[in-house]
């Protein structure tokens, strides 16, 4: 797979360009891969192995990481506005300032990650696992589950 074309392809799907072609990098293996700043939004990575991956500040708003595994990922200042992370393993992630507004969590692995000041504003929480996680600052407005979020 050549990562580079997979994101040129993106970029011309998105911009409504002739040639382009949606990014799937379903179980894609992109351990410590560097998307810092990429433009994924609507990308299929489910099942993906993203551990240890540099997501800075990408754009992976309304993108499917259904069960991909993001284990001490960093994603601070991510967009993941509306993606669907059921059942990711996000666990030691850092999501500090990350958009997770309207995000799908059901069941995701968050235990120690770093969720401080991030945006959960109406993100889907239930049965999401947040033991040990930082939530300092973190805005839960309107968020499902989260009274059964356990910071410890």
Not at 96 to 119: F, H, K, Q, T, V
């Amino acid at each position: 797979m050549n990562l580079k074309k997979v994101l040129e392809l993106h970029k011309k799907w998105l911009n409504n360009e002739e040639g382009g072609e949606r990014a799937n990098l379903s179980e894609a293996d992109l351990i410590d891969a560097d998307l810092c700043g990429a433009d994924l939004r609507m990308a299929n990575l489910r099942w993906a192995d993203l551990c240890v991956a540099d997501l800075r500040g990408v754009d992976l708003s309304g993108a499917n990481l259904r069960m991909a595994y993001l284990r001490g990922a960093d994603l601070r200042g991510a967009d993941l506005r509306c993606a669907d992370l059921n059942g990711a393993n996000l666990r030691k992630a850092d999501l500090s300032e990350a958009n997770l507004s309207e995000a799908d969590l059901r069941g995701a692995n968050l235990r120690r990650a770093n969720l401080s000041g991030a945006n959960l504003i109406d993100a889907d929480l239930c049965g999401a696992d947040f033991s040990k996680a930082d939530l300092s600052e973190a805005d839960l407005r309107g968020a499902l589950g989260q009274s059964s979020i356990c910071q410890s």
